[in-house]
């Protein structure tokens, strides 16, 4: 498809399991961004990547949060070690210019923590 | 640091009359300023944003905004909305220094058009 993909679009898992989270960007888009999304707030910072390093990753909230994206394209959000407090939607942007705001976003990952 | 504050998280509003969605922001550094819509089940996308020059910013589907120095403001503004525009809409800020891309976005206005 032509947008960005995630996946899964749903996950419920137990406190304490591992999570892996994927987002395939738009073909060419060299930047890409994971932003969580709470209950009745906006979307937070995590991380941004230019290319295969990440750029800034000031919003990861600690050390069980970690991303990749190896080849400068698919990214995987991962969170060991899951909390309550970890459950939120994921989003996944990509954008093709860094200074021009305009980012791509997918429809996110709806993470539950039991 | 940036922080956006959206004081309306619902506004009701019959067909065809106009609406403000209120938005004032926060930061000791000159900012890029943004509107992004999230319609029922789908991604966030790009309503307008403001970089620089004419205050006034006109977006897709009829909305346009203001950028308001003084005030520090971007209220988003339709003179007659449809059904189709229910909705929530979330104004975002960016740090022109640090590169245009990292959002810092306010919590949101559901905005529900009624008949």
């Known amino acids: 498809g032509a947008g960005v993909s995630q996946t899964p679009s749903n996950k419920v898992t137990e406190k304490g399991k591992y999570v892996e989270l994927r987002c395939d960007p738009i073909?060419?888009?060299?930047?890409l961004y994971w932003y969580r999304q709470s209950l009745g707030q906006g979307p937070e910072f995590l991380i941004y990547?230019?290319?295969?390093?990440?750029?800034?990753d000031s919003g990861l909230p600690n050390d069980r949060f970690f991303a990749v994206r190896p080849e400068g394209s698919v990214s995987t959000l991962k969170i060991q070690r899951t909390e309550r407090g970890d459950s939120a939607v994921y989003l996944c942007?990509?954008?093709?210019?860094?200074?021009?705001?305009?980012?791509?976003f997918g429809e996110g990952s709806r993470l539950t923590v039991l | 640091a940036q922080s956006v504050t959206q004081l309306d998280s619902q506004v009701p509003v019959f067909e065809e009359a106009p609406v403000e969605l209120r938005c004032n922001y926060s930061?000791?550094?000159?900012?890029?300023l943004f509107w992004y819509v999230q319609y029922p089940n789908q991604g966030l996308q790009l309503l307008l944003k403001?970089?620089?020059?004419?205050?006034l910013v006109k977006g897709i589907n009829g909305f346009e905004a203001e950028f308001n120095k003084s005030q520090t403001s971007f209220h988003l503004r339709k003179p007659s909305v449809h059904i189709s525009d229910t909705a929530e809409y979330f104004c975002?800020?960016?740090?022109?220094?640090?590169?245009?891309?990292?959002?810092?976005f306010g919590t949101g206005t559901q905005l529900k058009v009624e008949l």
């Open positions: 975002a800020v960016s740090d022109m220094s640090g590169g245009g891309n990292k959002l810092t």
């Open positions: 942007a990509s954008s093709l210019n860094r200074d021009t705001g305009e980012l791509f």
């Open positions: 990547f230019q290319g295969t390093g990440a750029a800034d």
């Open positions: 403001y970089l620089s020059g004419s205050t």
């Open positions: 073909s060419g888009h060299t930047a």
């Open positions: 930061s000791s550094v000159s900012v890029y």
